[in-house]
């Protein structure tokens, strides 16, 4: 299922947003700032953003242009309740794919944004992150260390992708459970554990020098083994 991030201040347009796409079979995390939204694009593989411009934080224009400084190629539809021209163009030419005005009617927002989704893989490449001796292929699922490769599971690779992206710093719990099964889902403590348990045997069986270490009272960061010095 492909996962969205919403970023929407006003709680009731949110809230039928998320429903309506949910109901298309589209998952969606739903966040009100910018501030909150750059953490979680930085924890999560989002296959499309739904960016509102009017945001308590700023303009949700500046996010995006962001973004796209960065390379970032993640498919957006602005939201927004300017619909003059040269506000349609701006938000066009900093980087959006789409640009709806409000009011709007939820089964045009629905089809906007699976339209989005239905787009070739080649609109926007998925990233291949290394650190240490391991690299992530994020579209085949799996993790490699020189000629061994091993398929990981759904849960597993956000959670590396994660850990992989920080390089080395020390990343919260709570921040890789979110980016594992999203904002809105409960995670068990067994759960996350198994995730962990089994990411840990997979790096020593394709004979990566890293592990993931448990820094108390902190969180999980990778970390040479003494073998790997």
């Not at 992206?165 to 759960?191: K, N, Q, Y």
Request: proline share 3%.
């Amino acid at each position: 299922m492909s996962r969205v991030l919403l970023v929407e201040d006003h709680a009731r347009l949110a809230a039928l947003v998320a429903a309506s796409l949910s109901a298309a079979g589209v998952a969606v995390d739903t966040l009100e700032r910018m501030a909150l939204a750059r953490a979680a694009l930085q924890q999560h593989e989002y296959a499309a953003l739904v960016l509102d411009r009017g945001l308590p934080d700023g303009d949700g224009l500046s996010l995006l242009r962001e973004l796209r400084a960065r390379g970032e190629r993640l498919p957006c539809l602005m939201l927004t309740a300017r619909d003059a021209l040269h506000d349609r163009v701006d938000g066009l030419e900093s980087g959006a794919d789409d640009y709806l005005a409000k009011p709007f009617a939820m089964d045009e927002l629905v089809a906007r944004v699976r339209a989005l989704l239905r787009r070739p893989a080649t609109a926007w490449q998925p990233l291949s992150p290394s650190f240490g001796d391991v690299s992530l292929r994020v579209d085949a699922g799996e993790i490699v260390c020189g000629s061994e490769s091993i398929l990981l599971a759904a849960a597993e690779l956000q959670v590396l992708l994660l850990l992989v992206r920080r390089g080395g710093e020390t990343v919260r719990r709570a921040a890789l459970e979110a980016a594992a099964w999203g904002f809105a889902e409960a995670v068990t403590p067994s759960a996350f554990d198994v995730a962990m348990h089994r990411l840990r045997r997979k790096l020593a069986a394709i004979g990566s020098t890293l592990e993931i270490v448990n820094v108390r009272g902190k969180g999980y960061a990778l970390r040479q083994t003494e073998m790997g010095r």
